[in-house]
Structures are given as structure tokens and as C-alpha cells.
């Protein structure tokens, strides 16, 4: 009976550590499960946030793309009215000499006939009333071009304060990709 007794005891210890061992392990798959799915759900969120920063930078990478051809069209652009502003301020500089010049060989006749004056003070008035009106013709276009430029300069200006604005956004899309790496 006292083997028995053994047994029973024995038997008895042995299902209680049987049963403290299932609730440790029981409790310890809890914690392992509750541990992976939060760290399933940090990964689910660190693939959202770097698809959506990827998508987004690419978005923001083909307008800077964008953004910069227009600064370069409105950069040549501007470049060119600059161009032809000068040339029309030394054409209508050469224009006022002439008219000047002109206006000189009117008031001295002994010039007339020489050189490249004719000898007609009637051809020579017409020749100063053109001269005028090409001159003037000249400060009206000379005005449109300074207005052109300045409109211009100006839309260069907005176009490079939107550049920089998706640079600086794209500069911040690559700090978030680069923290989550």
C-alpha cells in the first residue's frame, strides 16, 4: 500500500507539474503571439509608410522635373528678350545720332549736297521726319521689351520659389525613407 501511496503521490506531483508546465506554456504562446502580431503590425506600417513616401516622391520628383523645364523656357526666354532689348537700345541710340546729325545739316546748307546729304532741304526735312518716327517707333518698342523683361523676371522668380518649395519636399520624402531603412 505504501507503493501505492508512492504511486498516487507521485502520480499526482507529476500531473501538477504537467499542468503548471501546459498554463507556462500556454501563457508563454500568448506572449510570443501578442509580441508578433505588434511587431507584424510595426512591419505592416513601416511597408505603408515607405510605399507611400516612394510613391510620393516619385509624384514630387516628376513635377521638380517639370518645374525646371519651365524655369529653363522662361530662363531662355528672358534671355532672349535681354537680347533683343539691347539691340533695339543701340539701334535707337544710332537712330537719335542720325536724327541729330540731320538735324545739324539743316541748320548748316552748306552741307547739303555733300556727303550723304542731298541737296534738297525739302528731301532732307522728310528724311528728319522719318528719322523721328523711327526713333520714336524705337522707344515705344524699347518700352514693351523693358516690360516684357520684367514680367518675365518676375514669373522666373515664381518658378524658382515653386522649384525650390519640391526640392525641399523631396529633400524631406528622402529623410522619412532614409529613417525607415
Same mark, same amino acid.
Given at each position: 500500500?505504501?507503493?501505492?501511496?508512492?504511486?498516487?503521490?507521485?502520480?499526482?506531483?507529476?500531473?501538477?507539474?504537467?499542468?503548471?508546465?501546459?498554463?507556462?506554456?500556454?501563457?508563454?504562446?500568448?506572449?510570443?503571439?501578442?509580441?508578433?502580431?505588434?511587431?507584424? &503590425?510595426?512591419?505592416?506600417?513601416?511597408?505603408?509608410?515607405?510605399?507611400?513616401?516612394?510613391?510620393?516622391?516619385?509624384?514630387?520628383?516628376?513635377?521638380?522635373?517639370?518645374? !525646371?523645364?519651365?524655369?529653363?523656357?522662361?530662363?531662355?526666354?528672358?534671355?532672349?528678350?535681354?537680347?533683343?532689348?539691347?539691340?533695339?537700345?543701340?539701334?535707337?541710340?544710332? &537712330?537719335?545720332?542720325?536724327?541729330?546729325?540731320?538735324?545739324?545739316?539743316?541748320?548748316?546748307?552748306?552741307?547739303?549736297?555733300?556727303?550723304?546729304?542731298?541737296?534738297?532741304?525739302?528731301?532732307?526735312?522728310?528724311?528728319?521726319?522719318?528719322?523721328?518716327?523711327?526713333?520714336?517707333?524705337?522707344?515705344?518698342?524699347?518700352?514693351?521689351?523693358?516690360?516684357?523683361?520684367?514680367?518675365?523676371?518676375?514669373?522666373?522668380?515664381?518658378?524658382?520659389?515653386?522649384?525650390?518649395?519640391?526640392?525641399?519636399?523631396? !529633400? !524631406?520624402?528622402?529623410?522619412?525613407?532614409?529613417?525607415?531603412?
Amino acid at each position: 500500500m505504501a507503493s501505492r501511496t508512492a504511486f498516487l503521490v507521485a502520480s499526482i506531483v507529476i500531473a501538477c507539474v504537467c499542468a503548471d508546465a501546459r498554463v507556462n506554456t500556454q501563457t508563454q504562446s500568448a506572449d510570443i503571439t501578442t509580441a508578433l502580431l505588434t511587431e507584424v &503590425r510595426a512591419l505592416r506600417t513601416t511597408i505603408a509608410l515607405v510605399l507611400g513616401a516612394g510613391a510620393n516622391g516619385q509624384l514630387t520628383l516628376g513635377r521638380l522635373q517639370l518645374q !525646371e523645364q519651365r524655369v529653363n523656357a522662361i530662363g531662355a526666354r528672358l534671355d532672349t528678350t535681354r537680347e533683343r532689348l539691347g539691340e533695339t537700345q543701340r539701334e535707337a541710340l544710332e &537712330r537719335r545720332e542720325y536724327c541729330k546729325s540731320l538735324e545739324s545739316a539743316l541748320t548748316t546748307p552748306a552741307t547739303w549736297g555733300h556727303g550723304e546729304y542731298p541737296s534738297s532741304r525739302e528731301v532732307l526735312e522728310q528724311m528728319l521726319t522719318k528719322c523721328r518716327t523711327d526713333a520714336a517707333s524705337a522707344a515705344v518698342e524699347i518700352q514693351r521689351l523693358t516690360g516684357e523683361e520684367a514680367a518675365l523676371a518676375a514669373d522666373l522668380s515664381t518658378e524658382q520659389s515653386r522649384w525650390s518649395d519640391l526640392n525641399r519636399r523631396l !529633400e !524631406e520624402i528622402e529623410v522619412v525613407l532614409s529613417r525607415n531603412q
